[in-house]
């Protein structure tokens, strides 16, 4: 009998250790209070602001400042920016640091990037506010985004370079 007791004892620690670790991983996962009816009311709020601009996708932007440089021709342009972006519950998720840019592909970016960029021009700083099917969609990004979450910027064109002629 007192061999029993030990081994049912180890057997319910490990039952309990195996449960604990199943309801910690849940534990973990993070949670975004930001369902999809927020995210339909920010857009609503955000579409009826002075000055803000929809486009035919969906893509929200009021221009801070126009610029008057040129602008993109091509999905291979390589653009310079400067650049915010946060979820609707403010919490930022990426920037470029103070007195530093970011080139990229005009192309080879995020769907709303890519409609804002087409449209913007050197000097312009725009603030953008980039619906889920535009952003990141229901697989959000990593951490900082989860899915079907709405996206705000402010960014700033700096400059748009041609692209590179193919290689032979």
Known sequence: ???GLPIFVLALAATLSLAGCG???????????????????FLTDNKAKDGVK??????QYRVIKSGSGKGVTSGGD??????????????????TQPGQTATFPAGR??????????LMHEGDEWQLVIPA????GATGAGDAIGPNQTLVFDMTLISVQP??????
């Open 23 to 41: 309801q910690k991983k849940e534990d973990t996962v993070k949670t975004y209070d930001l369902s999809a009816a927020a995210n339909a009311k």
């Open 109 to 118: 970016l995020i769907p709303g990037w890519v409609e804002a960029l087409r």
């Open 133 to 136: 099917d535009l952003a990141y």
């Open 54 to 59: 929809t486009t035919a996708d969906g893509l």
């Open 163 to 168: 692209a590179p002629p193919p290689q032979p």
């Open 1 to 3: 009998m007192r061999l």
């Open 78 to 95: 390589m653009v310079t920016v400067t650049y915010k972006g946060w979820t609707i519950d403010g919490k930022v998720f990426d920037q």
